[in-house]
């Protein structure tokens, strides 16, 4: 199977980030989406007494992602942390998705993600007389992930 060559690719700057079904405002930047799995090295000898290395697939792994965004007076994100350090499992996981825009809006890809949680939350420098935004950047873990 050959794969499509479209005329035009994705733009970087098209994109939006939903957890739990909304979306969130703001964002900056969104990096780390990658799906994988664990690779299986297996080492053994042929009946002719040959030594024979093979990778074999292993099972999907978990993984994280980084999300910046402009700070607000919004609490969600660092709200979301103090449930995950209050030990409410439940509570804390959430579902999320990053949807990859073409020029028209419309969405080309889906990058879907189960059982989210947010492992930290991190402003940037701030400095006396800088003339840049604040932000907020946060790191969400998850446990499953898939492409759409």
């Known amino acids: 199977m050959g794969l499509a060559d479209p005329l035009d690719s994705s733009p970087a700057n098209g994109f939006k980030v939903v957890v739990d079904g ?3 405002p703001k964002v ?20 002719d007494g040959k030594y024979v290395v093979r990778q074999l697939i292993g099972r999907p792994k978990a993984g994280e992602f980084t ?3 402009g700070l607000t007076d919004s609490k969600t994100v660092t709200d979301w942390l103090k449930v995950v350090m ?9 579902t999320a998705s990053v949807e990859l825009l073409d ?3 419309e969405t080309i890809k889906t990058y879907s ?7 930290s939350v991190e402003l940037n420098s701030l400095k006396a007389g800088a003339a840049e935004q604040a932000t907020e950047k946060f790191t969400v873990c998850y446990d499953e992930s898939s492409v759409s």
């Open 103 to 105: 020029y028209k809006g």
């Open 28 to 47: 900056i930047e969104v990096s780390g989406l990658k799906s994988e799995v664990d690779k299986i090295e297996l080492k053994q000898n042929t009946n």
């Open 113 to 119: 993600f189960n059982n989210c949680w947010v492992r």
């Open 22 to 24: 909304i979306e969130i």
């Open 67 to 69: 999300i910046t965004r």
């Open 86 to 94: 209050d030990g409410d499992v439940a509570g804390a996981r959430k």
